[in-house]
Structure formats: structure tokens, C-alpha cells
């Protein structure tokens, strides 16, 4: 199991930017799809994003779909998570999170094998 450590959150006004990084220890990623997932206050945790381990192929909830950008380094084991534009909606915990290796990104929670401790995300109108 991967340990993962989330950073890069903050209070930030609508329209605005953040970036937020998830960093892996405990083994490579290199082989690891990975997504991004948040929860707001009320409500289930929902897919954001997810990135295979290639890079190759990047997915999207659609609401975030032109906002948001996913990426990773992994000779820094490493995945980012660019947000711009950012709505009132968007406000959550977010959350990194990576499956067993050489799986295909899912959209569900259950298909992640580990999960980071969350960085919340506070944008105000």
C-alpha cells in the first residue's frame, strides 16, 4: 500500500487558482493510476479526476471539465491537481488517491486502494 499526502488547498475567491499535490511514499506510482476525488459537506465523496499511470489518458467529472487539469511527475512521485475558475461548488475536502497497479482509472471510490488525509478547498463568492 502507497502512503499518500495531500497539499496545496487553501481560501480562495471565486474566479480564482489553486494547485494541489498529492505526494506518494511507500512504493513508485509509476505503474499506479491515480484520480482525485472531494466531498462536500452533506454529501458523498465524488470523482474529479483520474490519470492512468501512463499519463496518457485523463478523465473528468463534467462539471470540472476545462477548470481542472490533472498530472503527474512520476520521478517525483507526484500527482497535481491544477484548479482554475474556481466556483463556489467546487468547495470540498479533496482527496488523492491511488488503485493497484496497471488498473484502469475508475470513477469509483471503492476501486482506490489507498487514500490521503484530504486538504480542504474553500472558494467564496
Known amino acids: 500500500q502507497v502512503t499518500l499526502v495531500e497539499s496545496g488547498g487553501g481560501v480562495v475567491q471565486a474566479g480564482g487558482s489553486l494547485r494541489l499535490s498529492c505526494k506518494a511514499s511507500g512504493r513508485d506510482i509509476y505503474t499506479t493510476s491515480m484520480g482525485w476525488f472531494r466531498q462536500a459537506p452533506g454529501k458523498e465523496r465524488a470523482f474529479v479526476a483520474g490519470i492512468d499511470w501512463t499519463s496518457a489518458r485523463t478523465y473528468y467529472t463534467d462539471s470540472v471539465k476545462g477548470r481542472f487539469t490533472i498530472s503527474r511527475e512520476n520521478e517525483k512521485n507526484t500527482m497535481y491537481l491544477q484548479m482554475n475558475g474556481l466556483e463556489s461548488e467546487d468547495t470540498a475536502v479533496y482527496y488523492c488517491?491511488?488503485?493497484?497497479?496497471?488498473?484502469?482509472?475508475?470513477?469509483?471510490?471503492?476501486?482506490?486502494?489507498?487514500w490521503g488525509q484530504g486538504t480542504q478547498v474553500t472558494v467564496s463568492s
Open positions: 488517491a491511488a488503485q493497484d497497479p496497471f488498473m484502469v482509472p475508475t470513477t469509483t471510490t471503492t476501486d482506490y486502494e489507498s
